[in-house]
């Protein structure tokens, strides 16, 4: 069964950066698009950005200009690069295929982000 493990996150500063990693195992990784969601506390999950298994990339309004995803296929791995932080950015940032997400959900890495 395919499994996700997210990495990267932490306590930044406003203005700051993170880069945040997603690790997939036991699906073959390249059939897939991929999504970085977000979740802050009392709100739904969100999506972020998403790249397909083409290195297509769309990035949602509200990080555009300060968020870029990326792939590295020979790792498994999804990438979020995080810059200009801001408070709003603040909450628990997962990965999963995009755009219905097929695999379970891993435990997520918090992004904290202080004014």
């Known amino acids: 069964q395919a499994q996700v493990v997210e990495s990267g996150g932490g306590l930044a500063q406003a203005g700051g950066s993170l880069r945040l990693s997603c690790t997939a195992s036991?699906?073959?990784?390249?059939?897939?698009?991929m999504g970085w969601y977000r979740q802050a506390p009392g709100q739904q999950r969100e999506l972020v950005a998403d790249?397909?298994?083409?290195?297509?990339?769309n990035i949602v309004d509200s990080v555009k200009g300060r968020f870029t995803i990326s792939r590295e296929n020979g790792k498994n791995t999804v990438y979020l690069q995080m810059n200009s932080l801001k408070s709003e950015d603040t909450a628990v940032y997962y990965c999963?295929?995009?755009?219905?997400?097929?695999?379970?959900w891993g435990q997520g890495t918090q992004v904290t982000v202080s004014s």
């Open positions: 036991g699906a073959i990784f390249t059939l897939y698009a």
């Open positions: 999963n295929t995009y755009p219905y997400n097929i695999w379970p």
């Open positions: 790249i397909d298994n083409g290195g297509r990339t």
